[in-house]
């Protein structure tokens, strides 16, 4: 194919060895007073003129060369991800080494990462690139993890950031293929009409209006050690279909190939580590478009497995190719299967953009998610595939109904839709993401955001059980 991805584009590495790095002494306040007792009468003078307390965020230069990274206190710092990164994101550009250690409850590795995390700009489109301060590489780290972590997130923060026009179908199987081909995994495409005789009726039906033609990714690598699938929403943009959406809630629906965007940040991450599992990720990818041949509100599809569904909101257009690429994982034996959504603004409603829900089959795989999360610097949390509610998803003419009426429950009814296509003999979890940091945080610049990668990453050796 012509053009290709630029996969990990914006990504700011650790300095290299050997380079000349100034000191940074990451302090918190108390240690900070400690520290100050100590100094010379001049210099806690001028630091007190400059009312430098070690804060979170704040920094100094030192007459002699080496920067204060305040931390601020144990109470502020556990309303935040991650805190060296709020100082060092201030430094000037040049290489830096922390020259004391951290205060216990901050982990060095977490802190690290949120460091190249925070160094990440997504500069596609702008004509002068910003240059970033970089961070030695400490002692003690496990510097491929972070490294591959952060490489991941600036993968998914840049197939998200680059809007509709240059991120379409076509480009997001491009960005697929590129990714294929860094790690040697194979990859097969189910184009336009094809989807028809192959089956996945209800891709072709989303995604038959765009003018670039829907199609199913999939993307297979390593041959032993148990399954484990990948499923990413890949809508490309969602303009809600004859369901438009209002220009408000449109205006970023870009980020609609945000569970894409996450599966394949995690497949790198998988990949690149070697992990000893046997990994497929299907994605399909579509635009949810207006044109005279979309589906309608009142159409009634059938599923690749057979299930026929009322569409009662053509924007509820997530599931139903979700559910025809579920459908197709079902029919291969598979250990865990996990989907990765920006599925619903009620799961938005319910735990805001920071936290990602998940549904778990299993409670012993949410609790091994749960206690992931912390560690990875990536808060998940539980919600239920409450089968009571399976009613609501049962319309009157048909077996489903995409976007029950009511307003109850909305990001539970689309898990349990999704449920209905994953198969009964797979372990099967959900993420519903927001997959976007609507106001800079630390580590975190505004945009595309990866959710639940990190937790999921660091619970596969527990969920499938490898050898660690
Ligand atoms: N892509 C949206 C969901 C979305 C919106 C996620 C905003 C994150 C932020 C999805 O396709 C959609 O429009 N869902 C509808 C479903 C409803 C019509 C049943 C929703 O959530 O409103
Ligand atoms: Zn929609
Ligand atoms: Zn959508």
Redesign the pocket.
């Known amino acids: 194919m012509a053009v290709s991805f630029d996969l990990f584009a914006g990504f700011v590495d650790f300095a290299p060895a050997g380079s000349e790095a100034r000191d940074i002494l990451a302090f918190d306040a108390d240690a900070f007073d400690d520290w100050l007792r100590d100094q010379t009468i001049d210099l806690q003078n001028w630091l007190k003129l400059a009312d430098f307390k070690a804060g979170i965020g704040q920094v100094i230069l030192l007459p002699d060369g080496r920067w204060i990274l305040g931390l601020g206190r144990a109470i502020a710092r556990a309303r935040e991800r991650f805190v060296l990164a709020a100082g060092f994101g201030k430094l000037p550009t040049g290489a830096y080494r922390l020259a004391n250690e951290l205060p216990n409850d901050l982990s060095l590795d977490m802190e690290n990462l949120g460091c190249l995390l925070g160094g990440y700009r997504y500069g596609r489109y702008k004509n002068k690139q910003a240059q970033q301060p970089q961070l030695m590489l400490p002692q003690g780290c496990d510097a491929d993890r972070l490294k591959t972590m952060a490489m991941a997130e600036a993968l998914t923060r840049n197939l998200i950031n680059t809007p509709a026009n240059d991120m379409g179908p076509d480009a997001l199987e491009q960005a697929a293929a590129a990714l294929a081909d860094h790690h040697g995994a194979h990859m097969n495409v189910v184009l336009g009409d094809a989807l028809l005789t192959q089956n996945f009726p209800m891709i072709h039906a989303v995604g038959r209006a765009a003018e670039q033609a829907p199609r199913l990714i999939d993307m297979t690598w390593g041959n032993t050690g148990p399954q484990l699938t990948l499923v990413g929403k890949g809508?490309c943009f969602?303009t809600?279909g004859l369901?438009l959406?209002p220009a408000s809630?449109m205006g970023?629906?870009k980020k609609?190939m945000g569970g894409a965007a996450n599966v394949l940040g995690l497949a790198h991450m998988i990949m690149a580590l070697n992990l000893p599992l046997r990994l497929r990720v299907l994605i399909p990818a579509v635009e949810?478009a207006v044109a005279g041949n979309a589906f309608r509100p009142g159409d009634v599809l059938t599923a690749r497995n057979g299930l026929t569904v009322e569409i009662n909101?053509t924007?509820?257009?997530?599931r139903l190719v979700l559910a025809d690429a579920l459908a197709l994982a079902a029919e291969s034996p598979s250990d865990l299967t996990i989907s990765m959504a920006?599925?619903?603004?009620?799961?938005?409603v319910a735990v805001g953009p920071d936290l990602a829900p998940f549904f778990a089959q299993q409670v012993a795989d949410a609790d091994q998610l749960m206690q992931a999360a912390a560690p990875a610097a990536d808060p998940v949390w539980p919600l239920p595939f409450h089968t009571p509610y399976e009613k609501m998803i049962e319309p009157d003419i048909a077996d489903l109904d995409?976007?029950?009426a009511g307003g109850f429950a909305?990001a539970i009814t689309?898990a349990l839709f999704l449920r209905r296509f994953a198969g009964d003999q797979t372990r099967y979890i959900h993420f519903d993401i927001?997959a976007w940091t609507a106001s800079a945080a630390p580590g975190r610049p505004k945009g595309g955001a990866g959710q639940g990668v990190r937790a999921i990453l660091t619970a596969l050796p527990d969920l499938l059980d490898l050898p660690k």
């Open positions: 809508v969602d809600g369901d959406k809630a970023l629906m609609d949810n909101n924007d509820a257009e997530g920006t599925l619903t603004g009620a799961a938005r995409n976007a029950p909305g689309a927001y």
